[in-house]
C-alpha cells in the first residue's frame, strides 16, 4: 500500500480540515516531551472534531493495518504519543470542549482534548472543583491524563486521574464504539472496563469522551516546611504524618534539588538540609491548625533542624512556588532526564539513599524531588547536553534508578506511564504472568495490534 | 465424565481436608443471601488451603471442563456464589490470614476468606483504619467485598472496596497465577488489571491475596439528623450538601422504613416525614462543627421541618442505630427483595418518587433507605412469604425499579454486584458494545468459559 492509498482512503471519509499531511505540522507532530525516547516518522496526521470522524479514521486504519498513535496535547514524559514509523497520528486537540458541567450531579461530561485547565475553570464557574492536578495541568489534555492515570500533587489526599473518572466513550481499533461507567457515584455493574481504558496510553481504544467526578472546593491550605539533616530523618517523618493525619499535600526535595532552586532564585532555603519537606493541610479552621501541628510534631521527632508552619496565603504560595520551579531549576544545569518511580511509604528513604549512590557510582548529578506521600519521586539525572558519554552516564543512572525502585518493592512508573521510555522494563516489574495477561487483553481488544503499537509492553 | 472422575481427579491434587463430597455440607454451600436467585447442585466442595491448591483444583477444572463457582463467606445479596449443577464451590474460607501489616507502608496483606472486621481489627492494631465498611462487614470476608466492588457507609467520603486495594494475586482459570498492582500508593505501570479483577464477580479468576491500603483513623463523629415533608426537599438537600461539604456519611431512609424502624423498636423517629436524612462529619473540632452547621443550614433551605445535631457520641450512635434497623425492620414485616440501584445524585428524588409510583402501581410495600450522599438506595419490596401471587408481584416491582434507575441515567447496582439475580438486566444498562467488550475480556481470561459461568452477564 503506498502512502498515498492512505491518505486517499481517510480523505474518503473525513473532511478535509481534519487530515493534514504537511510535512512541517508532522514533524510537530511526531513526539512528546519525552526527548530521549524514539520517535518514527508518521504518514499523516489525523485531526478528528467528532467521535464519528475517530470512528471513521480507525475504521480505515483496521481495513489497511495502519498503526494509530493517539496524541493529546504533547506534554507527555514517556514517549507514549511518539509516532512510529508510517503511521497516523491521531491528535484529539481539536475535541477540547466541556460538554456539561452538572452541578447538582457533581460531574463533567468532557471531550479529550480538553485542558485539564479549562476543565478546572469550567468546574470552578459552578462552585465546585476537579481535583487531579499535574504539574502540566495549565497545558496537559485530560485525554493525556486519562491515558497515563496521571498523578500530580493534591493525589496524596485526593487521588489519581482515575479516581476522578465516572465513566468513559471510547472507540475500539474496529471503529466500534463503547461506553463504560455512567454518571453514578458507585457501579458495581460488570467489569471495571473504565480502569482498564484509563492507564492504557492508547494502546486498547481511543477515549473520546470523559465523564469526571467533581467535589467541593476545599477551604484555604495552610502551609508546613521542615528541614532534615538525613534522608532517614524525613522518610521517617513521611511515614509518621501519613500514619497519623491525611496531608493535602506532602512534597520533598533533596539537597540537589534545594541547591538547584536556590542558585535559580534564592528563596532563602536551607542548602545544607539533606531533605527539605513541604507539607499542605486544607481540613480548614481548628482542624487545620491541628493537622499542621502534628505534622509539625512529627518532622520534629524525626529529627527536623528547622520546622515553620504558616497559614498565611502569601508565604504558603512562596513556598509552592519554590516547588514548583524543583524541576525547571534542574533543567537550568543542563539537559534531564525525568524519572518517575514509586516505592512503598516504607521505603521512601531507602529509594533516596540508593539515588545518591547511582550519582555517585556513575558520576552524574541527579536531583531528586516528588510526592512524599505518595512514595513517588521524580529523581532528575542532570548532564552536559554536548557530552555524548555524559548521555550515555545519564541513560545508565536512568535505568538504574529503574531497577532501585523494583528492588524496593516498587514500580517503575508513578503517574508518568510507560511509554516508549520505559518499555524495556515493564516486563521485570510484571513478571511472565503478568506480561501474559497484558497480551491477552490487548489481543482481545486490538486483535490486528494497530493501536499504538511499541508502547507500554 | 462420571462424578467419581472429578472427586478421584481433585483427591490426587489436594490433600483429603479440602475436599468435601458430604450431601448435608454440600448443600450448606449452594446459594448466598439472595433468597429468590436460582441456585445448581454443586459435586463438590473445595476448601483449598493456600494459592497452590487453588492452582491446583483449577487445572483439574480446566482438565475436565468442569464448572468453579468461587465462594466466600456466602454472605452476598446477588447470588453470585450460588451453585450452578454439577460445579466445584471453592470456598477461600479457609484462606483466612491477614498475613501482614505494615504500619509505615500503610497497608495490609490478607487471604480472602479473612472477614473485613478482622482486618479492620489488624489495621487498629497498629493504630491504623481499614475504610470500606458494607453492612455486613462483622461477618462477610475480604474475597467477596472484592469480587462484588462492596460499598457501604463510609464510601460517600473514602471509596468503595476498589479504591482500597493497591494489589492482588489472582489464580487464572487455567490455573496460572498473576499479581496485579503491588504496595505503592500510586501506579502507572502497565494495564489497571487489579480494578478488572475487583468487582468480576469470580467470572475472571480466583483472587488468593489482596493487598490493602490502611488510612489514619478519622477524629470522631458528629452526627445531624433532618425530617422532610417531601422527597424532593430530602433529594434537594443532598445535592446541596455534597457540593458543599464532604460529610463522613450522608443516609437517607424514606416513610415506609422510618415506620418499620418505629414499630420495631421506639426510637422517637418522625413517622410523618416524607424521608429522614442522617448526615455525620468526622473533619473533627472546629471543622467538624463547621461542617454539621453548613450541612443543617443545606436541609433548612431545602425544607427541613426539624433539624438536629449532635457530638454526644452516645446520641449519635443511637441514630446510627437507627439507620442500622432499616433492613432488620423491614424483614420483620415479611419476606424482603432488597434492591441495590444507583443514579446520579441530581435524580434522587426522582428515583424516590419513582419508586412509590411502582409501589401503589404494583399495590406492593417497598421501604427505601440507603446511601443517598452516592446515589445509592436500598429500595426494599416487603411481601407475604406464602402468597404466589404476592411474590409475583413483588418480583415485578423489584424489575420496575431497576429499569426506573436505568431511565434516570443510573446503574442496576452500585454495591451488591449483579450476580445471578440482575444478569438479564446487564445488557440493557451496558449495551450492545459494552456487552461485546465483556465476552472479548471473559474469552481472552477463561476461554473455557469455567469461573462462574451463568453469572454478571
Redesign the interface.
Known amino acids: 500500500m503506498s502512502e498515498t492509498d492512505l491518505v486517499r482512503a481517510l480523505a474518503a471519509v473525513l473532511p478535509p480540515e481534519s487530515l493534514v499531511t504537511d510535512a512541517d505540522v508532522l514533524e510537530a507532530h511526531r513526539r512528546d516531551q519525552a526527548q530521549w525516547a524514539p520517535a518514527g516518522v508518521p504518514r499523516v496526521l489525523v485531526r478528528p472534531a467528532s467521535t464519528a470522524e475517530v470512528q471513521a479514521a480507525l475504521r480505515v486504519a483496521s481495513a489497511l493495518r495502519v498503526p494509530v498513535v493517539p496524541r493529546g496535547a504533547g506534554s507527555g514524559l514517556s514517549g507514549g504519543a511518539n509516532a512510529v514509523d508510517g503511521c497516523i497520528v491521531l491528535s484529539l486537540a481539536r475535541m477540547n470542549r466541556v460538554l456539561e458541567v ?6 463533567a461530561v468532557v471531550q479529550p482534548g480538553a485542558l485539564n485547565a479549562a476543565v478546572k475553570a469550567a468546574a470552578a464557574e459552578q ?2 472543583w476537579y481535583a487531579p492536578d499535574p504539574a502540566s495541568w495549565e497545558f496537559s489534555s485530560i485525554g493525556g491524563n486519562l491515558a ?4 500530580g500533587l493534591c ?2 489526599k485526593y ?2 486521574t ?2 476522578a473518572v465516572l465513566g468513559l466513550e471510547a472507540v ?1 481499533a474496529d471503529g ?5 461507567g ?12 473504565t ?2 481504558f ?3 496510553e492508547g494502546t ?1 481504544g481511543v477515549i473520546t469522551e470523559a465523564t469526571l467526578k467533581l ?2 472546593r476545599p ?1 484555604k491550605a495552610t502551609t508546613l516546611v521542615a528541614s532534615f539533616p538525613t534522608l532517614v530523618g524525613a522518610g521517617v517523618a513521611v ?1 509518621e504524618i ?5 496531608p493535602s499535600l506532602l512534597e520533598l526535595m533533596d539537597r540537589a534539588t534545594v541547591r538547584a532552586v536556590e542558585s535559580f532564585g534564592s528563596m532563602g532555603l536551607d542548602v545544607d538540609a539533606a531533605a527539605l519537606l513541604l507539607a499542605r493541610s486544607d ?6 491548625v ?1 493537622e499542621l501541628a502534628r505534622m509539625a510534631a512529627a518532622c520534629e521527632a524525626a529529627g527536623a533542624t528547622f520546622v515553620a508552619q504558616s497559614a498565611d496565603e502569601a508565604e504558603g504560595e512562596l513556598l509552592m512556588q519554590a516547588r514548583r520551579l524543583a524541576y525547571p531549576a534542574l533543567e537550568k544545569q543542563g539537559a534531564t532526564l525525568l524519572d ?1 518511580v ?6 521512601i528513604a531507602d529509594l533516596l539513599a540508593a539515588v545518591e549512590q547511582i550519582a555517585s557510582e556513575r558520576g552524574v548529578l541527579i536531583g531528586t524531588f516528588g ?1 512524599a ?4 519521586m521524580h529523581p532528575t539525572v542532570v548532564f552536559d547536553r554536548n557530552d555524548a558519554v555524559a548521555l550515555e552516564r545519564a541513560r545508565a543512572a536512568f535505568d538504574d534508578i529503574l531497577r532501585a525502585a523494583l528492588a524496593l ?10 511509554g516508549a521510555l ?1 518499555r524495556p522494563f ?1 516486563g521485570e ?3 511472565h ?2 506480561l ?3 497480551h ?2 490487548k ?3 486490538d486483535p490486528l495490534g494497530i493501536l499504538n503499537p511499541g508502547k ?2
Chains 1, 2 share one sequence.
Open positions: 452538572d452541578r447538582r450531579g457533581m460531574f462552585g465546585l497515563t492515570n496521571a498523578g493525589c496524596v487521588g489519581v482515575g479516581d475500539l466500534s464504539v463503547v461506553r463504560t455512567g454518571r453514578t457515584m458507585k457501579n458495581s455493574a460488570g467489569y471495571g472496563l480502569r482498564l484509563v492507564g492504557s486498547l467535589r467541593p477551604p511515614t501519613m500514619a497519623s493525619v491525611r481540613a480548614g479552621g481548628g482542624q487545620g491541628e518517575d514509586g516505592v512503598p511509604l516504607s521505603r510526592h506521600g505518595d512514595g513517588n518493592g516498587g514500580t517503575i512508573t508513578g503517574e508518568h506511564g510507560v520505559k515493564l516489574q510484571l513478571g504472568g503478568g501474559r495477561l497484558h491477552a487483553i489481543g482481545a481488544l507500554v509492553f
